[in-house]
């Protein structure tokens, strides 16, 4: 075989384990390994792995992931969903579908101290869901909603998927959190207007809007400004370079858990929850990344990337529709792959292709930011579209009344707003670069 015929087979060596669900990490190192031996020797293979693990997990940006996941572990523990959800619900829950609003909404502010889809729409659900059945919402706007409503938690700053890439691509973490507010923000509010407008073509889904209560807004502000005061020190201070994305992350875990603390919602049971679970998820996405490694490493030796770079360039496809074609294979990727294991996995392999490419005259740092955040909104639709749509799988463990396929017809709105706001990030590349720009 020839080293392309290698790489190509290693790929779908690993599509297929993780078919029979074999660990990602896991179904990404065996192929890897097989193709690193096969294409250099045993001895080089043990070399590799002699110094692969420090490589990696000594590269001191990789601190920032632990650190934001520990922050979001104690916004959940802490209990900041309720108020958030409450204070949403007070501003637009006397519209006729407000309550749904109001659920994306405290999403889309939970993803701002979260940093993680599943915990976002977890977290947000817990609280919401009751709500929402307590007002007879059905059960298909409710799921849909929420599962739609908790990718906005990796796509507003802090975002674990967003380190990741900004890791891989080499890239700025804190002009890649700068570039994603806006989508972030234009991602909520085509999700408020999708639901704005299913409440009025299905009225049945939602009940009558009410009176607005002042008292109530007033009443619920009190108990999120602490929220609202993390979330500027901690992003104030990376924009104005007070510290860096590491120190601002450590910043803001510290500051979520003594918020906690003075709410007394943290107690030590739930303090040790959120270590355990900070640790069980950055070893897992720690082990994505050797496993992503090591077949990166095999699918360097085959030249399969440069291989196709070099076709990409020679193809005379014009370079936007090279850009659309890569987002539609991200979006059919992710049907079948989690949103790390996907980014991981072909960035090293995409990213040198589109750098190559001519794209609304773009500098390299410009065009690498914008096309990390045209992935990351691609990888979000990934999270709710069917077969996977691992937020719809979430959200229904937490309303196993409401059947999966009546979710699945619920997130239709959501994707088609996600489609418009695709569309316009491809189309305006000046949308996810603006505020990068302002910081130059």
Partial sequence: MTPTAIGVALFFGMLALMALRVPIAVAMFVPGAVGYIALANDTAFLNYLKGTAWARLSVYDLSVIPLFLLMGQFATQGGLSRALFRFANALVGHFRGGMAMAAVLACAAFGSVSGSSVATAATVAQVALPEMRRYHYS???STATLAAGGTLGILIPPSVPLVVYAILAEQNIAKLFAAAFVPGIIAALGYITAIAIYVRVRPGYAPESKNPDPGEVLASAKEVWPVVAIFLVVFGGMYGGVFTPTEGAAVGAASTFLTSLVRRELT???TKIAFFGTAATTGMIFMIFLGADMLNAALALSQMPAKLADTVTHLGIPPLAVVAAVLVFYI???????????????IPVLFPAVMSLDLWGLNPSEKAIWFGILVLSVVEVGLIAPPVGLNVYVINSLSKDVPMAETYRGVVPFLMSDAVRLTLLLLFPIISLWLVRMMN
């Fill in 268 to 270: 030590l049971e739930k």
């Fill in 139 to 141: 059960g298909r706007l």
């Fill in 332 to 346: 059919l990727l992710g049907m079948v792959m989690d949103e790390l294991a996907m980014l991981m996995l072909t």
